[in-house]
């Protein structure tokens, strides 16, 4: 089960970190991922790291923005997001899989989404 936190409403250029607390186990071989839905768009790939390594893969609108982190101790994912723009408003998802993948078919595990609001 992951579970999201930190999603809010900001200004143009204002920062949020996302957290996706993870139950149950994670094993080394597993990847997880962020993604986001704006409405009316499909679900999209943001950033993903692999869990015991620190492989990192981002999309090309996040990239220098947006960082992704893990804390393996607290089985928790982080997603800072700095600079942000009103087109990064979006329901953001966090989500577990096992292959190295930015493709949304390759996570079995999904959390519920935190919302974030980017003001202009």
């Known amino acids: 089960q992951l579970v999201e936190s930190g999603g809010g409403s900001v200004q143009d250029g204002g920062s949020l970190r996302l957290s996706c607390a993870a139950s149950?186990?994670?094993?080394?071989?597993?990847?997880m991922a962020w993604f986001r839905q704006a409405p009316g768009k499909e679900r999209e790939f943001v950033a993903l790291t692999r869990w015991h390594s620190s492989s990192t893969l981002y999309a090309d609108s996040v990239k220098g923005r947006f960082t992704i982190a893990k804390d393996t101790a607290k089985n928790t994912v982080y997603l800072q997001m700095n600079s942000l723009k009103p087109e990064d408003t979006a329901l953001y998802y966090c989500?577990?899989?096992?292959?190295?993948?930015?493709?949304?078919?390759?996570?079995?595990?999904w959390g519920q989404g935190t919302q974030v609001l980017v003001a202009s």
């Open positions: 149950g186990r994670i094993y080394s071989s597993s990847v």
């Open positions: 989500a577990k899989g096992s292959r190295y993948s930015s493709s949304r078919p390759d996570y079995n595990v």
